[in-house]
């Protein structure tokens, strides 16, 4: 009964290819996310959808495209892939609105990995 | 703009000894703060986290961390560390819905 699940865990894939990892999650939360994390372990946020509407979108390449079928999904799908894109991808959840739920629950991240 | 900064990039701490990890942030409002943990190859993991009232904080696993509005800093704390908690740890600030990570502190725990 895991909260947050991630698939593929790993992916291998070449330059130029489209591929996607999917996300869901099972809290019932009203906002996702997807986080970069790259070669020296920097975590940023890429994007953030609240309900399946977009509500961050943080100067990422519109290779990246998340899309969200209903509010427990969050799949990042990237098109043309570069040798840059090489990084760990976390997804999230939260249900911002409360200090005690306000708290964004990870999975266990998709290593990417491009030749 | 708002910022976290780890200024430990690698700790190295015996087993059974004390341990604390530094963050000091940046940030206009009240901050929202966390610590998360991560193992190798396994994802981020919440430790403790910071909304209001007391300013010292439990957690789980034996952590503490010690909100100091005066500092900017929010540090973690263990009294005893064991081999299991090498690990890399990121503090984090709410900014908005989005949390802002420092650059971790990657813990190493010598016998």
């Known amino acids: 009964d895991t909260a947050v699940s991630q698939t593929p865990k790993y992916l291998v894939t070449q330059m130029g290819n489209d591929k996607s990892i999917k996300c869901e999650q099972n809290?019932?939360?009203?906002?996702m996310y997807w986080y970069k994390q790259d070669s020296k372990k920097f975590l940023k946020i890429m994007f953030s959808?609240?309900?399946?509407?977009?509500?961050i979108n943080e100067t990422v390449p519109n290779r990246f495209s998340p899309k969200s079928p209903d509010k427990a999904h969050l799949n990042l799908h990237i098109n043309s892939l570069e040798l840059g894109d090489s990084a760990v991808y976390f997804c999230?959840?939260?249900?911002?609105?409360?200090?005690?739920?306000?708290?964004?629950?990870f999975g266990p991240g998709t290593r990417l990995t491009v030749l | 703009a708002q910022s976290v900064t780890q200024p430990d990039i690698h700790i190295t701490v015996s087993e059974g000894a004390s341990l604390e990890l530094r963050c000091n942030y940046s940030?206009?409002?009240?901050?929202?703060l966390f610590w998360y943990v991560q193992s190798p190859g396994q994802g981020l993991q919440l430790l403790l986290k910071?909304?209001?009232?007391?300013?010292l904080v439990q957690g789980i696993k034996g952590f503490e961390a010690e909100f100091k509005r005066s500092q900017s800093s929010f540090n973690l704390r263990k009294p005893s560390v064991h081999w299991s908690d090498a690990a890399e740890y990121f503090c984090?600030?709410?900014?908005?819905?989005?949390?802002?990570f420092g650059k971790g502190t990657t813990l190493s725990v010598s016998s």
């Open positions: 809290l019932g939360h009203d906002t």
């Open positions: 984090a600030v709410e900014a908005g819905t989005a949390l802002i």
């Open positions: 910071y909304f209001s009232g007391d300013t």
């Open positions: 959808y609240n309900n399946k509407e977009l509500i």
């Open positions: 940030y206009g409002a009240t901050p929202y």
């Open positions: 999230a959840s939260s249900q911002p609105g409360t200090s005690v739920t306000d708290t964004q629950y």
